[in-house]
C-alpha cells in the first residue's frame, strides 16, 4: 500500500481518551442518561472492549467518538480526545478529515453499512478517492489491493460484485476493506461479528487480529459477547446502565471480577462443556431484568439486582475507583466481600 | 401450579411403550428461484436440499439439540416435524401417530402436543392481545381443562415461568424481551405439549436474561417431564441443555450422539470447527481463531469457509 505506516513508537498518535462523557437523550420530554460521566482510555496500538448488555450506553460511547449520534442525542459533557484534539469540539471541516482518514468504521450490520445499487469495487473506490484524494485510476486498483488484503478471493473479479452477491461474512470484509483502506489509526467496531455464524466470526476476528498487527492501528470492539472481547481485546471495560462499573486488562478482568455486574455477567456464559450427569446444570444467574434507563434507582444503577447490596449503595457516585494496578471499579464495597 | 392445567395428558402418554418420536430419513428440497436464463432456457429451476435423510429417536423426557450456522437446515427439519413444512421423505412418528399421514384431528392433536416457541416473541404473540388473553385463547382453542376459568388459567401458567400476575394485562410491547419470551412459552404449555420444540428461542436475548431462561427450561423440563428439542447456532445453549445433539451442514447431520461425547470428542471436522470456534470467555484460550485459520486452510472437507461460499457464487 502507497501510505507509509505510522510509526509505533509515536505514543501521542492514535491514543483515545474520553473523559467525563455524558450523553442524554430528549424522549417524550424526559430526559434519558444513555452515558454516564463515562471516562476511558486506550493507548496507541491496543484494544480496548466495551461490553454489555442491551441498553448499556455502550454504542453511544463509540458512536460518540466520531459524533455519529441519532438526532435526539445531545452530549452534555466531557472530551473525547483523539491524537490530541477533542473531536466534540471540532468544526464540521475538521471532523471531517478525522473519520476520512484517521478513523475507520464497522458496524453490526454490513448489509444496511453498504449500498444495495453499487458495486463493492465502487464503494471503495469513492472512499478512496474522497478520503485520500487518489484519482479514479489509482483508486481503483488499490480498491482490489484492499479487498485482497482482508483476505477476499479473486478480489479482481469480487470488486464488481453487488454487496447481495456475497455472504454475510464477505460482506463484513468488505466492510473492514473500506473502514482501513486509508489507514486509520483507530478503528471503532460496533458488533461487528454479532451477525456472522461462529465459524464466520471466528475467521472475522482472525482478520482483525492481523490487520491490528500489520498496521498498529488502536481499536475499540464493542459487544454483548465477553467471549468475543475476550478473543480480541487487551483492555476490558465494563458498562452497565450507561456507566462503566468496571474497567482492567482483560486477564484482570476474568480471573478476579470485582463488581458484582461483572461477576454476575461472567456468571452467567453457558459453557460449551456439557455439565456431568451429577452435577447441577442450572446456570448462576443475575436475578430480575435489566433497568429501564427512565427509571434508574439512586446511587448504584444495579443495586436492585445485586446480591451483596447495603442500605448505602442507594449513596453510591459510580466513579471508578483503583482496586489495584490498572484495575479500576465503581462499586465502593469490594473489599468487604471474598472476591474470589 | 394445579397439575391439571399441563399436565393432563402425561400420565396417559407415560404409559406409551417405546419413543414418543422416532423420525426416520426425513428430507426437504426447496427449489431456488427460477432465474431469467433459466426461463430462457426452459430449465428446471435449481433444488436445494434443506434437509437430507435426518434421523433419530427422542424417548421421553430426552432433550435433544440440532445445532448448525444459518442454511443448515435445523430449522427446516423441526419445521417438518408439526408439518409447517411438508417433507418429501421419509417418517415422523409420534406416540404411535403416522405424522406424514396424519390429517383433520390426528393433525392437530399432534400439533397440539408438540409446540414452539420461537426466537422473536415479537413477532409471534399478537400485539394488540394482553398476554394474559393470548395464553387463555391458546388453552380454549384445544379445550384445555381449566381454561374456562381465565384468571387462575393464566395466573397457574404465569407462574409456571416465573413471572407476576401483573403481566397478564400487559402487551408484549410493555414486556422485556425475556419476558416477552416466557410469555410464548406460557402460551405454548397452555395447550398441554408432550414436546416443547425451542426453535433459536435464546438467540435475541441478553446475556443474563439468556441465563435465567435456560434455567427456566430446565425446571420447565423437570416439573413437567417435558421432551424438549433445542435448535441452536450457540453449541453452548446445546451443551447445557441437551442429552443427544445432531451437527447439521448444509442439510446433512454430520455427526451425532450423546452430547457428553460429541463436545468432548468430535469426529467430524466441521464439528470440530464449530467447537473451536467458540469464542470463549477465558483470554488465555485464543487458539480457538488459531485452529479455524488452521482448518481452513488444510482445506478439511466439511469445514466450511467463508471463502469456498463466495467462491460458489458467480
Known amino acids: 500500500m502507497a501510505e507509509p505506516l505510522p510509526s509505533p513508537t509515536d505514543r501521542e498518535r492514535g491514543s483515545l481518551d474520553i473523559r467525563g462523557l455524558r450523553v442524554a437523550f430528549n424522549r417524550r420530554g424526559s430526559r434519558i442518561v444513555a452515558v454516564n460521566d463515562v471516562d476511558l482510555g486506550v493507548s496507541s496500538g491496543q484494544t480496548l472492549g466495551l461490553v454489555g448488555e442491551s441498553g448499556s450506553g455502550k454504542t453511544m460511547t463509540l458512536r460518540s467518538v466520531i459524533r455519529l449520534l441519532p438526532r435526539a442525542a445531545v452530549v452534555e459533557s466531557g472530551e473525547v480526545i483523539f491524537d490530541g484534539v477533542d473531536v466534540l469540539r471540532l468544526p464540521r471541516e475538521e471532523l471531517r478529515k478525522i473519520r476520512a482518514r484517521s478513523i475507520g468504521t464497522v458496524f453490526q450490520d454490513p448489509y444496511s453499512s453498504l449500498n444495495p445499487v453499487s458495486r463493492v469495487g ?15 485510476k489509482e483508486a481503483a486498483l488499490r480498491a482490489v489491493e484492499a479487498l485482497r488484503h482482508v483476505g477476499i478471493p479473486q478480489a479482481e473479479k469480487r470488486v464488481r460484485s453487488y454487496p447481495h452477491e456475497l455472504s454475510g461474512g ?26 456472522l455464524d461462529v465459524t464466520t466470526q471466528a475467521q472475522i476476528l482472525a482478520l482483525l487480529a492481523r490487520l491490528r498487527a500489520e498496521t498498529g492501528m488502536t481499536t475499540v470492539l464493542v459487544s454483548h459477547d465477553f467471549g468475543v472481547i475476550a478473543q480480541a481485546c487487551d483492555t476490558v471495560a465494563v458498562m452497565y446502565a450507561g456507566h462503566i462499573v468496571e474497567r482492567a486488562p482483560i486477564r484482570e478482568v476474568y480471573r478476579r471480577p470485582h463488581h458484582p455486574y461483572t461477576q454476575g455477567l461472567l456468571n452467567s456464559i453457558p459453557s460449551v462443556v456439557p455439565p456431568s450427569r451429577t452435577e447441577d446444570s442450572r446456570l448462576s444467574t443475575i436475578p430480575g431484568q435489566p433497568p429501564e434507563l427512565s427509571a434508574l434507582p439512586a446511587g448504584c444503577p444495579f443495586q436492585p439486582r445485586c446480591p451483596h447490596v447495603r442500605p448505602a449503595c442507594t449513596e453510591v457516585r459510580m466513579k471508578l475507583e483503583r482496586v489495584e494496578g490498572d484495575h479500576f471499579t465503581a462499586c465502593p464495597f469490594v473489599r468487604s466481600w471474598d472476591v474470589s | 401450579m394445579s397439575p391439571d392445567v399441563t399436565g393432563h395428558d402425561f400420565a396417559r402418554a407415560r404409559d406409551g411403550q417405546g419413543p414418543l418420536l422416532t423420525v426416520k430419513g426425513l428430507c426437504k428440497e426447496f427449489a431456488l428461484r427460477r432465474s431469467a436464463a433459466d426461463w430462457v432456457n426452459r430449465s428446471k429451476a435449481e433444488r436445494v436440499a434443506a434437509v437430507q435423510d435426518l434421523s433419530f429417536t427422542l424417548n421421553r423426557g430426552e432433550t435433544l439439540g440440532i445445532a448448525g450456522e444459518s442454511g443448515s437446515g435445523k430449522t427446516t427439519a423441526v419445521r417438518c416435524l408439526i408439518r409447517l413444512v411438508e417433507p418429501d421423505a421419509g417418517d415422523i412418528t409420534f406416540a404411535g401417530i403416522d405424522v406424514r399421514v396424519a390429517s383433520g384431528r390426528d393433525l392437530r392433536d399432534v400439533r397440539r402436543r408438540m409446540q414452539m416457541v420461537f426466537q422473536d416473541p415479537y413477532a409471534s404473540l399478537n400485539p394488540r392481545m394482553r398476554t394474559g388473553d393470548a395464553i387463555v385463547e391458546a388453552g380454549r382453542v384445544h379445550h384445555r381443562p381449566g381454561s374456562e376459568n381465565a384468571d387462575s388459567f393464566q395466573a397457574d401458567l404465569l407462574e409456571l415461568v416465573n413471572l407476576p400476575k401483573s403481566v397478564a394485562r400487559k402487551r408484549p410491547h410493555e414486556l422485556s424481551g425475556g419476558q416477552r419470551q416466557r410469555i410464548a412459552i406460557a402460551r405454548a404449555l397452555a395447550v398441554g405439549p408432550e414436546i416443547l420444540i425451542a426453535d433459536e428461542a435464546l438467540s435475541a436475548l441478553d446475556v443474563s436474561v439468556q441465563a435465567q431462561l435456560l434455567n427456566l427450561f430446565q425446571d420447565l423440563k423437570r416439573e413437567l417431564g417435558l421432551t424438549m428439542i433445542f435448535v441452536a447456532h450457540q453449541l453452548s445453549i446445546i451443551a447445557q441443555t441437551a442429552d443427544q445433539v445432531a451437527i447439521m451442514y448444509r442439510g446433512k447431520v454430520v455427526e451425532q450422539g450423546p452430547v457428553a461425547d460429541i463436545f468432548s470428542h468430535p469426529q467430524d471436522p466441521y464439528t470440530r470447527a464449530l467447537l473451536a470456534a467458540h469464542p470463549q470467555p477465558d483470554p488465555d484460550q485464543r487458539l480457538a481463531v488459531q485452529f479455524v485459520d488452521d482448518a481452513m486452510r488444510a482445506g478439511s472437507e466439511s469445514a466450511r469457509t467463508d471463502s469456498a461460499d463466495a467462491g460458489g457464487v458467480p
Open chain 1, 122 to 136: 465502487a464503494q471503495l473506490t469513492e472512499a478512496l478517492r474522497l478520503n485520500l484524494g487518489l484519482t479514479q
Open chain 1, 170 to 195: 464477505m460482506r463484513q470484509r468488505v466492510m473492514f476493506a473500506i473502514a482501513t483502506a486509508a489507514r486509520p489509526r483507530l478503528l471503532l467496531a460496533d458488533e461487528p461479528t454479532t451477525a
